[in-house]
């Protein structure tokens, strides 16, 4: 799964609600709310700020399997 964070303490993560994928943005853990668009999530935190998090044993993992 992927999700992105930010210094400020911003979490971005894709999620699905009914039948909609949509893009969940928390600050400091507390919701701040559900974003359509890359241009929503915007709104809310500085996109050049985020970063994405990766699971290092997942991605070890995919790369045995190829």
């Known amino acids: 799964m992927r999700r992105w964070v930010s210094s400020q303490g911003h979490e971005v993560d894709p999620v ?5 994928q949509l893009l969940r ?10 974003c359509a668009s ?16 990766v699971d290092l044993c997942q991605a070890a993992r995919l790369r045995e399997q190829e």
């Open 16 to 20: 699905v609600i009914e039948g909609r």
């Open 25 to 34: 943005v928390r600050h400091l853990g507390y919701h701040v709310g559900y």
């Open 38 to 53: 890359v241009a929503e999530v915007a709104g809310h935190v500085d996109l050049a700020d985020l970063v994405e998090v």
